[in-house]
């Protein structure tokens, strides 16, 4: 729940004057707005190879769903991808496993990229089930998808206690440990491992090195990339070292 309008324009502006906005092999930029700004972001950004996502939305298409925004109505606005059972969707507004499901299964009907989050709480860590939490919440989020209809949908691991404000980073070989354990786990269910990218405090600190591991797909950051230059420089310093 960050940016208004201006500072969204702002944002764009900044994105747009680097060339890390052109794809190229070693970086895919994403970004997901609020819905407030979100076709705005989408106009800004469609001459570049920035993705643009929304942060949530709905399973059903239409309907009595008052305060909900649908599918059909974010890839209206321009987005590609559209994240999912984020851990603050999950804890604050009752997001369970299988609303999960359904969303993750309507984002792929309507041919759109699904970022499915999952991540094991402070207290399943602690008590060594990180494991049977993570099982537990990818097998729900690829039950109901269409896989005949090529789904795209990649999942971010975030641990629940290292995302926010106070967060504890994961150390790289824990978090590759579990990529590695995901993605063993969508091959076995689907004959091929799904893309998993890494969430969770990523900053310009251990960036690299979570970059760096053989099993992390990619980064989803958060509050280091709420600034325009502060994104950039991760890229920057990622490519570098991938380079």
């Known amino acids: 729940m960050n940016k208004t309008i201006a500072e969204a324009d702002a944002f764009c502006e900044t994105l747009k004057a680097s060339d890390r906005s052109r794809r190229s092999d070693d970086a895919q930029l994403f970004v997901i707005p609020p819905f407030t700004v ?18 949530n939305a709905h399973w059903k ?21 559209v994240e999912i059972g984020h851990s603050e ?3 604050y507004f009752n997001e369970t496993d299988e609303t999960v499901a359904l969303k993750t299964a309507a984002v792929v009907r309507h041919g759109l990229t699904a970022l499915v989050c999952i991540g094991d709480t402070r ?18 989020a690829i039950s109901e998808v269409d896989w005949a209809s090529g789904a795209k949908v990649i999942l ?23 990529h590695k354990r995901i993605k063993a786990l969508t091959a076995d269910k ?3 491992s ?13 960036c690299v090195d979570l970059a ?32």
Do not use: M
């Not at 971010?156 to 579990?178: K, L, M, N, R």
């Open 38 to 55: 979100l076709h705005r972001v989408a106009e800004h950004l469609k001459e570049t190879d920035v993705i643009v996502g929304a942060q």
């Open 156 to 178: 971010a691991y975030e641990p629940v206690w290292s995302i926010g404000e106070g967060g504890t980073p994961a150390e790289p070989d824990f978090a590759d440990a579990q």
């Open 61 to 81: 298409d239409a309907g009595a769903w008052t305060g909900e925004v649908s599918v059909p109505q974010v890839r209206d606005c321009g987005a590609a991808l």
């Open 89 to 91: 969707r999950r804890t």
């Open 123 to 140: 207290e399943e860590y602690d008590a060594g089930r990180t494991e049977e939490a993570l099982e537990r919440q990818v097998l729900a």
């Open 190 to 192: 689907l004959g091929a």
């Open 212 to 243: 760096l591991c053989e099993h992390i797909d990619g980064l989803f950051i958060g509050r280091s990339a709420w600034n325009a230059d502060g994104y950039l420089g991760i890229v920057a310093d990622v490519t570098a070292a991938l380079g």
């Open 194 to 206: 799904l893309s998993v990218v890494y969430g969770g405090s990523v900053n310009p600190g251990n």
